[in-house]
DNA sequence: ATTCTCCATGTTAACGTTACCACATTAATA
DNA sequence: TATTAATGTGGTAACGTTAACATGGAGAAT
């Protein structure tokens, strides 16, 4: 069966395709005889416009674009859902890909999206294609960079403040009597990895402990890194006590390792940077960095809906303030 | 700045636009000569072409729509993601909604949808929109019900057996001599919970067991109903002593919900349908019904592939053995 | 020399909307 | 009554592609 067009439509109610557009979006003048004549076919026939075809006209493809480094990270998901809502309330549709941290494929799916016209691009990036980043900003689709941002990048960021929340996580081990932290970061690319590592190192000189190489991991924000970290750390002659784990995924996968290892996972302090789902259920010695990935979609959707309004505003930088939730 | 368009590169190369889009979609002949002259424009002034415009002519918007109830549920996102993956490879952009189980705004996202001119349809739904669901496949749509089927539709579906692993659950807490089993299940709307109802009745009947009311809990697959159905169990005055819990997410509920209630997590006998993420760090009671989110993905991925490359097949009802995992 | 292919290119009409303009008609105002 | 304004409707040119058709030249086969 093929779709009815505007022009069957018009046909059917003997008036034009003009009458029958301004009838669909209430636009200019049409007498209530009419319109109720045309709404009735419309109803008959159940016809819908197209909407690709009124993107054509319009110039406007009512489509935003996501990109997102995991999407089985329940992280990234709480923010796309929250985002996913509002578009579908605008009546935009959202353009979903997940890169799994290969900038490869972000490259790829950043062109991919700009063919499909996209009027905006949230991005949770892997820290390279900065140039192809900026010249779609250039371009004029409207870019937030959530989570994850870039120095130096004139563009909207809606961010939490990974430095003080590492800092403060590394204090609370401090105030446990830890002195030998064993700190699992990811890759060097991200700014959340820098910023958490920054904070981090602060934290231990603010308290006159000198951060050695030993002591870090580069991951790679997976859960197999985590796993690959204990291992590292086991097998150094003097162990860590305690564990800054720089993600949700990262510090499942410490728990693993020390599980494979026969550790027991209440010997280790641990503290992970983003919520576990099941921390609440867990008795080992687990403290959270909560996030809050709901704000955080919530905050876009609103820059968001700002952009596509085209209500001029300076570039914003959102910064949000995640807490730390001590072990019980 | 203002994007360029296939006449800008015509004029520009000093050829028309039926040459460019041969060159852009390796048809018809295009000498060497011209074929490079015009690439090299291409490339100069980094031209895209409009998909918006090529799916209005090409009648094809080369996009799949993707309704779950659940955008936050691990389950439904591994499926999604893997079904994401195909879908990018393809050139095909998805449509993700997330429509909590709530059927009035599957409804809406169902005629969202359509009125994108989705060439395919994946719906995990809420078990109305029925007559809906049923139009949009005659109107030439592929649909493809994913984990959650209609009786009497003549549809594509990818589900699991979920009977035959329900009656596996209640088998196994019989082994364990639990004869007062509580059943929580989803909703009666929705074909999975029917199922699942199913097996566990049979489980019990085989083994000479009455089911009772008393113990069925209808819950609505959250978390939430989880803690309600533990509420719930605790004040009977011969409370079960093992739970059958048709859902992860509902599972969860129940360990929150003993949490809550000061019961010790290890003193129930638990079986879920559908895996925790932690299951394996946890040493309690916990068996777990494996589903493998990511075969089912797959699977419709294939059957995706087949129906928008037009290859004729009949209907296809393919049906994934979970599997149980016994706690340790 | 004539016909027939194979190449290589251009011209143009769609695809389904909407926005602009033109043209009536009616109502309100001077 | 004449003029203006408000209302209602239709005609049509776009939006950026591509597919069908037309055209013409070069070489091969008759």
Known sequence: MVKMT???????AGVSTATISRVMNNSGYVSEDIKQQVLEVIRKFNYQPNAIARSLKQEKSRSVGIVLPDMANPYFMKIARTI???CFQLGYHLLFIDTEENPEKEREALEFLTE???EALI????GENRDQIQAISDSGIHVILADRRFSNLKLDTVTEDNIYASKSAIEHLLEKKHTRIGIINGPKTISTARERRQGAIIGLEEAGITPTNEFMFEGDYTRESGIEAIRYFSQLPDRPTAIFSANNEM???VYLGLQELGIPLESIEVVSFGN?????LFHHNLSVIMQNPQELGETIGDL????????ADSVQNRILMPHLVPSK
């Open 6 to 12: 505007i022009k069957d439509v018009a046909k059917e």
């Open 84 to 86: 996913q809502h509002r």
């Open 116 to 118: 499909k016209r996209v």
């Open 123 to 126: 991005l949770a990036g892997t």
């Open 251 to 253: 510090t499942f996968g």
């Open 276 to 280: 576990l789902e099941f921390s609440s």
């Open 304 to 311: 968001l809906i700002k952009r596509l309004n085209g209500e």
